[in-house]
């Protein structure tokens, strides 16, 4: 009963910006750690924003300064902001847990070209 649904990628172009969202049906985010997650063509998948129950948030050194992540709990959601792209952001960008703890969704594929 637990889906995570992660939507807003697309294709853009270097410097490009794109706003991720993600919408947690069938569980309570409130007292919980969330995240972003991102997984190249032949890597593993890699965590590059966190936000704690408190709104603290941590992020990958790559990307820090150009993505924010923000949550509202009310609605179940978690956003991240994502600006100066570039073609080493390109990966399929997936929610959850911090640490992983429900079902991952299908991602939202995020294409950077130059």
């Known amino acids: 009963q637990v889906q995570l649904v992660e939507s807003g990628g697309g294709v853009v172009q270097y410097g490009g910006s794109l706003r991720l969202s993600c919408v947690a049906y069938g569980t309570i985010i409130s007292f919980a750690d969330m995240a972003w997650y991102r997984q190249a063509p032949g890597k593993l998948r890699d965590l590059v924003a966190l936000?704690?129950?408190?709104?603290?948030?941590e992020y990958l050194d790559s990307v820090k300064g150009r993505f924010a992540i923000s949550r509202d709990n009310a609605k179940k959601m978690v956003y991240l902001q994502m600006n100066n792209l570039t073609p080493d952001d390109t990966a399929i960008y997936y929610c959850?847990?911090?640490?992983?703890?429900?079902?991952w969704g299908q991602g939202t594929q995020v294409t950077v070209s130059s």
């Open positions: 936000i704690t129950r408190d709104e603290k948030t």
């Open positions: 959850n847990r911090q640490p992983p703890a429900l079902p």
